[in-house]
T-cell receptor, first 117, second 113 residues
Framework: EAQVTQNPRYLITVTGKKLTVTCSQNMNHEYMSWYRQDPGLGLRQIYYSMNVEVTDKGDVPEGYKVSRKEKRNFPLILESPSPNQTSLYFC???FGGGGPDRQETQYFGPGTRLLVL | GQQLNQSPQSMFIQEGEDVSMNCTSSSIFNTWLWYKQDPGEGPVLLIALYKAGELTSNGRLTAQFGITRKDSFLNISASIPSDVGIYFCAGQVETGTASKLTFGTGTRLQVTL
């Protein structure tokens, strides 16, 4: 089954304690992306990756890091989480080629709800 | 970054009614997309629009890409309880090798029997 998986689904942590949210896709997609969803703000892009070892900042990258060492995995790293990073996080992937099948056919993971105390 | 203004923020309608929501931007987009998010899940693509003026249907859903390329609307006809969820518009621009997607703030739809 084609899917994007995220782990953990729920996480409660404390300020300053480094954490990693994993994302994996089994569709051989080139493009992967992280979003955060906050009430009244919709989804905002944190980082994206066009392919292995190619990553770039989205609209709200501050406080986050990513890596893309393998095509299937795109972990999101919070080196020193703060309460304003409490949010619902989504990973998404899609084919990265040209034409209409680029970002719009994004497959989203189930989400990771993070609470930073 | 860019933001899309999506309205209304929320809607409470009765089963069988038609629904209309729209999205506007100060910037031009190459592609408009509409997603639906069910509770506890990630967004799922409903309709993609690629050309200004394009009108596309997917079952009871109809969406249009505005002529100015700065707006789009989504209509749902004869709503049913499973239409409940949050609907997001998204605009896409392509810059060189990158393709950026910007989401609207969402419209929360509630359907009563």
């Amino acid at each position: 089954e084609a899917q994007v998986t995220q782990n953990p689904r729920y996480l409660i942590t404390v300020t300053g304690k480094k954490l990693t949210v994993t994302c994996s896709q089994n569709m051989n997609h080139e493009y992967m992306s992280w979003y955060r969803q906050d009430p009244g703000l919709g989804l905002r892009q944190i980082y994206y990756s066009m392919n292995v070892e190619v990553t770039d900042k989205g609209d709200v990258p501050e406080g986050y890091k990513v890596s893309r060492k393998e095509k299937r995995n795109f972990p999101l790293i919070l080196e020193s989480p703060s309460p304003n990073q409490t949010s619902l996080y989504f990973c998404a992937s899609s084919f990265g080629g040209g034409g209409p099948d680029r970002q719009e056919t994004q497959y989203f993971g189930p989400g990771t709800r993070l609470l930073v105390l | 970054g860019q933001q899309l203004n999506q309205s209304p923020q929320s809607m409470f309608i009765q089963e069988g009614e038609d629904v209309s929501m729209n999205c506007t931007s100060s910037s031009i987009f190459n592609t408009w997309l509409w997603y639906k998010q069910d509770p506890g899940e990630g967004p799922v693509l409903l309709i993609a629009l690629y050309k200004a003026g394009e009108l596309t249907s997917n079952g009871r859903l109809t969406a249009q890409f505005g002529i100015t390329r700065k707006d789009s609307f989504l209509n749902i006809s004869a709503s049913i309880p499973s239409d409940v969820g949050i609907y997001f518009c998204a605009g896409q621009v392509e810059t060189g090798t990158a393709s950026k997607l910007t989401f609207g703030t969402g419209t929360r739809l509630q359907v009563t029997l």
